[in-house]
């Protein structure tokens, strides 16, 4: 099992690392960062560092492949060469994946015609300018789509996926493995809980 996962340049971490922690315990898989340049990259707070294994133009074909979110990736909805690679490798995947605003590039594609997806809240709206339907559940699958709301509902969407790929007993072990139980000290992970005053901070976050 290939699996894609795109780095760039001031992505969020979490939304590749979350997922790469999931799939990479598959049995039998293969993850590989790739990008439009090979080399060095560094997340959106330019404090870690990855790394670009293998250019999008020589790995044409994964059977998995997943666009993360982030700043960085705002060049990207209109990057023609990376536009045209998911187009492409959409044709073959098994699955096309996105996490957090992930999803708006594969949207810039032409993937999300005619289907529900989902993005980070203060984005997910946008997701009807390329033909989509927004929904604001934490993970949507349609067809061969799987999208992941804000970057920590990127682990949500790869243990989800890894059921689809190996069954729910691989992906409760995995689950399991890397103790994912969340028990979160506030209860504020959306904008239905958190209240207007948190909202309106991070939407400024956001913008700025």
């Known amino acids: 099992m290939r699996i894609a996962i795109m780095i760039f ?18 049995p ?9 340049q090979a080399g060095p990259i560094r997340t959106d707070n330019g404090a870690l560092g990855l790394n670009v294994d293998v250019t999008i133009d020589d790995f044409p074909d994964p059977d998995v492949f997943l666009i993360p979110g982030g700043e960085g990736n705002r060049p990207l909805l209109t990057d023609e060469r990376v536009l045209e690679w998911i187009r492409t490798a959409h044709e073959t995947s098994q699955w096309t994946t996105s996490v957090c605003t992930g999803s708006l590039v594969l949207g810039a594609a032409g993937v999300l015609q005619g289907k529900r997806a989902t993005s980070h809240w203060a984005y997910r709206e946008l997701l009807s300018n390329f033909g989509a339907t927004p929904t604001a559940q934490r993970v949507v699958e349609d067809g061969k789509v799987i999208s992941a709301a804000g970057v920590a509902a990127g682990i949500d969407m790869a243990l989800t996926l890894a059921e689809r790929l190996a069954g729910s007993e691989v992906a409760k072990t995995i689950q399991l493995g890397i103790e ?13 809980k958190a209240g207007p005053e948190l909202v ?3 939407r400024a976050d956001e913008s700025g």
């Open 28 to 36: 039998g898989s293969e993850v590989t960062f790739v990008g439009p």
């Open 200 to 202: 309106a901070r991070v």
């Open 9 to 26: 340049e001031a992505l969020t971490a979490l939304d590749a690392i979350g997922p790469y922690e999931v799939l990479s315990r598959l």
């Open 180 to 192: 994912y139980d969340p028990d979160p000290p506030f209860d504020t992970g959306s904008p239905e």
